[in-house]
């Protein structure tokens, strides 16, 4: 686990069986640092307050995910079946939750996404978004209005609060921070009414604009460029990988 750096280019690593957490002021801020203590008991201390467990409490969470949590696919999965929660990513973050599963929702929030996510997204209660910047292409120009308690997971320090100010701020590695709330919190039940509504949405969406077919193929490991950014938001509609495919769309100025 990097404690600070960027995802890319970690700066500095620690084994993730010995970690314990600093606290710093304003927010509720929390970096690992190596101390003898089980991630599990970090994580406990970060989100447990005095009216609670923020994430274990929350009734409508959402999920909110990008590229710097490429390596945590299979965590981010587990963690919302484990909740319930629907999942968005980031534009750079697309690929990092399977877009066949009935929790996801899209990619981009606020005025960057469709009608019904943004319905969806107005009746959460707690967001926890995990490797990602909140940045203006992915929230429609910051067109996206979090719920109180936001909560932040990055690996980058510098992202916090440079955006939209979380009530929880935690530095570490998606990988383990995700595997760690998904590991301390129990299993609840499907709710087929929010996934009903997502695939409705879904629908209605395609029979606006029909999909291209490039989903059809394999994309394997490969760079997708597109000649301007209005071309780039069309593609992200028209792609659908599995998980950790390695699916990067860039914008080529010609």
Known sequence: ISEHGAPETPA????????????????????LTENGQPISVV???????????????????????GYGARGACEQLVQLAERLGAPVATTIQGKGVFPESHPLFLWNGLGR?????????????????????R???????????????????????????????????????????????????????SRDDALERAIAAGHAAVHVEEPRAGLDLFPLGDRVITVDQDGLRIWGL????????????IQTAVL
Request: charged content about 25%; proline content about 6%.
């Open 134 to 188: 909140f940045s203006e292409v992915g929230t429609g120009s910051w067109g996206f209005t979090p719920p109180r308690k936001l909560l932040h997971a990055d690996i980058n320090r510098d992202v916090f609060d440079r955006n939209f100010s979380a009530a929880v701020a935690v530095e570490g590695d998606a990988r383990a921070v995700l595997a760690a709330l998904a590991e301390r919190l129990e299993p609840r």
């Open 43 to 65: 994580i406990a201390s970060c989100l447990s307050s005095n009216n609670g467990d923020v994430l274990r409490d929350a009734r409508r969470p959402l999920l909110y995910a």
């Open 112 to 132: 960057m996404a469709p009608p019904f996510v943004r319905e969806v997204e107005r009746s959460r209660d707690v967001v926890l978004a995990v490797g990602c």
């Open 12 to 31: 500095e690593l620690v084994n993730h069986r010995c970690l314990s957490y600093g606290h710093t002021t304003s927010m509720q801020r929390w970096h």
């Open 237 to 248: 509609d028209r792609v659908v990988p599995e998980p950790e495919t390695g699916l990067e």
